[in-house]
T-cell receptor, first 114, second 115 residues
Framework: NAGVTQTPKFRILKIGQSMTLQCTQDMNHNYMYWYRQDPGMGLKLIYYSVGAGITDKGEVPNGYNVSRSTTEDFPLRLELAAPSQTSVYFC?????????????FGDGTRLSIL | AQSVTQLGSHVSVSEGALVLLRCNYSSSVPPYLFWYVQYPNQGLQLLLKYTSAATLVKGINGFEAEFKKSETSFHLSKPSAHMSDAAEYFCAVSHYGGSQGNLIFGKGTKLSVKP
């Protein structure tokens, strides 16, 4: 089972460049999430989606955009990369409302902005 | 507002010793609680979850956690540490009726296991 797949695994960007982090899941989950993980800080929610066509901001959405055109895919867009966006990004999904449902995580994208 | 505090950013134990990782939560409504494990260069994997059934929850790899409402705690334990348990562990909380994306994570505890 593939689960949640993230690409690329690593990327180095220059300040001001843009890129899209890809996330796809094959579990037919309605709920999808993007987190960033910084050392010693745990995970912070960037954006989430409760179904195709529906997205909402999390705790740290500034500098990012998302879209959800299909159930399977939930890409995260960085428009003008800044050094503060250097982080490890995780995509996750869950089947139901999420309150008592576990989230399934991808292996992450390690992004450096130089 | 909900929050999670994990006591100790680093914990080191000897192989075969008891593992105890501490998590305290703050929530004004009954919480759902989770423990996740993260191995190097991997995503988070669910170890166990508490959803208001039994207060002692058993998870994978021999781990268990006990929900204590009076202490607002959900500590994770394992009787005998194995080298393969070396990883980072995250406690997380959500609650029914909260924001759909509202899974709040602690800052994590890195577990080292000495031979």
């Amino acid at each position: 089972n593939a689960g949640v797949t993230q690409t690329p695994k690593f990327r180095i960007l220059k300040i001001g460049q843009s890129m899209t982090l890809q996330c796809t899941q094959d579990m037919n989950h309605n709920y999808m999430y993007w987190y960033r993980q910084d050392p010693g800080m745990g995970l912070k929610l960037i954006y989430y989606s409760v179904g195709a066509g529906i997205t909402d901001k999390g705790e740290v959405p500034n500098g990012y955009n998302v879209s959800r055109s299909t159930t399977e895919d939930f890409p995260l867009r960085l428009e003008l990369a800044a050094p503060s966006q250097t982080s490890v990004y995780f995509c996750a999904s869950s089947y139901d409302a999420g309150w008592d449902q576990p989230q399934h995580f991808g292996d992450g994208t390690r992004l450096s902005i130089l | 507002a909900q929050s999670v505090t994990q006591l100790g950013s680093h914990v080191s134990v000897s192989e075969g010793a008891l593992v105890l990782l501490r998590c305290n939560y703050s929530s004004s409504v009954p919480p759902y609680l989770f423990w996740y494990v993260q191995y190097p260069n991997q995503g988070l994997q669910l170890l166990l979850k508490y959803t208001s059934a039994a207060t002692l929850v058993k998870g994978i790899n021999g781990f268990e956690a006990e929900f204590k409402k009076s202490e607002t705690s959900f500590h994770l334990s394992k009787p005998s540490a194995h080298m393969s348990d070396a990883a980072e562990y995250f406690c997380a909380v959500s609650h029914y009726g909260g924001s759909q994306g509202n899974l709040i994570f602690g800052k994590g505890t890195k577990l080292s296991v000495k031979p």
